[in-house]
């Protein structure tokens, strides 16, 4: 399985940015797709993943605090994290990552996506 995730850039707090990952291989459809995150200086962190069979949605609720939805389009095999309200504290590298379910724990993702930037100004 290869990853590719896009839509990181710069934008002001209380902005919005919608980050992609394309996934693409011959059973890219039995894996879950976990968003993780890392800032300089600190420990790479769960955002969010998404089961891709049932949809099923699981999200780090101290980070997300009910500002970011993941979600998926099986036929583009693309998932999105969609983020609202941001604040300078999101500011990190974005990765997109594969596994056998969606996790909070990134060793159970066997293939990762190269990262995005994502950086929030005050």
């Known amino acids: 399985v290869q990853l590719q995730a896009y839509g990181g850039g710069l934008v002001q707090a209380g902005g919005s940015l919608r980050l992609s990952c394309v996934a693409t291989?011959?059973?890219?459809?039995?894996?879950?797709i976990g968003w993780f995150r890392q800032a300089p200086g600190k420990e790479r962190e769960f955002v969010a993943a998404i089961n891709w069979s049932s949809g099923s949605t699981y999200y780090a609720a101290d980070v997300v605090k009910g500002r970011f939805t993941i979600f998926r389009d099986n036929a583009k095999n693309t998932t999105f994290l969609q983020m609202n309200s941001l604040e300078p504290e999101d500011t990190a590298v974005y990765y997109c990552?594969?596994?056998?379910?969606?996790?909070?724990?990134?060793?159970?993702?066997?293939?990762w996506g190269q990262g995005t930037q994502v950086t929030v100004s005050s």
């Open positions: 990552a594969a596994g056998d379910r969606g996790s909070s724990w990134s060793s159970m993702y066997d293939f």
């Open positions: 291989g011959r059973t890219v459809r039995t894996y879950a």
